[in-house]
């Protein structure tokens, strides 16, 4: 088997597939924090303080419907280890607490929103407990499991458990707890099987900062290395081969030909960007929300750029979210239905001849278009009846079939015959919008022009420009490189303690 053989075998497993064609989901952080200003907890807050007067998961629901969001996450247990369901391993929970009198159950509530509303629920539990006694001991490993069985065993179908890699044990004086990650993902596999495993566990890998922003080449077929932080720390800077050194999830280059080479086991492993409306994750009132075409930006560069996206809305005291933000979010949501509202529908598609079942024929009846040969390049066509002003299309590769493609373009041939470039770019996967200056004109090419044997493309929708682009957001590079380095210095820091 040849290396492009190798590297095409590697597809998504069912819960990958999922969360990929769901492209993007809400998170809310919620719990005490919400109510002392904090971002982090100490652990040591009275249950006593957390009381939504009005919470309405409904509302919560309801927006994320509205925006085109498929499910939405819950903080179930942040850093702090307050609980937001009836939990029975702790008395640090909304058991203790003012709210409904101590008989509230959030996680429940929520769950049955979801259910009306046709969302999938997810749940974040922070491996980080600074409440919990046990922790920084073996004991608190069986009592993590306790706390994940319960909400794996009385919430119904779960999409996804997101588990946190911040670790600040040090802060407590307490010694670094090893987690028992492969138990935990055990528990997850037997009790719920297509139930995701997200951030640092073995189906999601985190985009790698917090700032909405995703590579230029994100690829999903990458090695297999070290997704939790202890792993990380442990590994860093032990390798013997010099060339992989420090490659971990921030790494700039995760999947190319170059990198492939280096190692001899790959992985599956897409990436999700997670990132919230406002500056913290819980909710500050002085805080603002993100500009629309800060959001625009951030959904075109990861759901269009082959990442999942975890928007984090935080609801305020009331235990809903802030008008603000609401608006906000209608207001992100129109210009992304304006964008996409005029689909341009190709009367003719030319392409090389394509496996059976797989041709250009088949490609204009909505199914999947391969070649039937490997070729160096590959050009695809598409005319319709009179010009159009085109801005943007989104293109998808068939997953089942692996990611393929390395290098593309997009062009257009003017009347005199002379080829326009528009768009070049790198990989697609699940799902890259490209976009581009408004052009009128009655045909466009595809060209793919690096691919991993031959590629297996699933669509290619065009649409008609709307004129309202997002401007192109300052210093988005700066900001990614900055996270990356405060990421190795968050993994420096934990060897040290």
């Known amino acids: ?100 009198n101590g008989k509230g159950d959030v996680l429940k509530e929520l769950e049955q929103s979801c259910k009306k509303f046709g969302l999938a629920l997810g749940v974040y539990l922070s491996p980080w407990d600074r409440n919990a006694p046990s922790y920084g001991t073996e004991a608190y490993n069986d009592f993590y499991c306790r706390q994940l069985e319960e909400l794996l065993t009385r919430y ?11 670790c600040g044990a040090h802060m407590d004086g307490k010694p670094v707890q090893t987690y028992d990650f492969a138990r935990y993902f055990e528990m997850i596999r ?40 202890q792993k990380v720390a442990e590994h860093s800077q032990q390798d013997e081969s010099g060339l992989k ?30 990132v919230s409306i406002r500056k913290g994750w819980f909710y500050h009132p002085l805080q603002r929300p993100k500009r629309v075409d800060h959001l625009l930006n951030i959904y075109y560069g990861a759901v269009g750029g082959n990442c999942m ?51 250009a024929e088949d490609f204009a009846d909505e199914k999947t278009y391969s070649p039937a040969q490997v070729a160096p390049s590959y050009r695809i066509a598409f005319g319709w009846d009179g010009p159009k002003t085109v801005d943007k299309v989104v293109i998808t590769e068939n997953i089942d079939y692996s990611q393929r493609v390395e290098e593309f373009r997009i062009s257009t041939v003017t009347s005199d015959g002379s080829e326009t470039l528009l768009y070049r770019g790198t990989t697609i996967g699940h799902k890259k919008i490209a976009l581009f200056r408004p052009t009128r004109c009655d045909n ?6 690096a691919c991993r044997l031959e ?18 957001p300052l210093f988005a590079e700066l900001k990614r490189r900055l996270h990356r ?6 993994v420096k820091r934990t060897q040290k303690n």
């Open 1 to 100: 088997m040849s290396d492009l053989q190798r590297y095409v075998s590697v597809r998504p497993n069912s819960c990958q597939k999922r969360l990929e064609t769901m492209g993007f989901y809400l998170f809310v952080h919620f719990g005490v924090n919400t109510f002392t200003g904090r971002e982090w907890g100490t652990g040591k807050e009275s249950p006593i303080c957390f009381n939504p007067t009005e919470l309405d998961t409904d509302q919560w629901c309801a927006v994320a419907s509205e925006i085109g969001a498929k499910g939405i996450i819950l903080t179930a247990k942040h850093h702090d280890g307050f609980c937001l369901w009836q939990t029975e391993t702790t008395p640090h929970s909304v058991r203790n607490s003012p709210f409904r």
């Open 156 to 166: 119904g179908d779960l999409f996804t458990v997101w588990l946190d890699g911040a």
């Open 190 to 229: 037997t009790l719920q099987p297509e139930c995701a495993i997200s951030n640092c566990g073995p189906d999601v890998r985190w985009v790698g900062n917090e700032a909405g922003l995703c590579r230029a080449s994100e690829w999903n077929v990458v090695p297999r290395f070290s997704f939790d932080l």
């Open 245 to 274: 050194v420090d490659f971990d999830v921030v790494s700039e280059d995760l999947g190319s030909r170059a990198v492939l080479s280096q190692f001899d086991d790959f992985i599956w492993y897409p990436a999700e960007v997670d």
């Open 309 to 359: 996206l975890l928007l984090n809305i935080p609801p305020d005291k009331r235990g809903k979210f802030a008008e603000r933000d609401v608006k906000r979010l209608k207001q992100f949501a129109n210009r992304l239905q304006s964008a996409f509202a005029n689909l341009v529908t190709p009367h003719r598609i030319d392409a090389p001849t394509g496996k059976p079942g797989m041709s």
């Open 444 to 449: 466009l090419i595809f060209t793919i022009t």
């Open 455 to 472: 590629p297996y493309i699933e669509s290619f929708r065009i649409y008609e420009a709307d004129f309202r682009q997002p401007r192109k």
């Open 485 to 490: 380095l405060s990421y190795r210095m968050f």
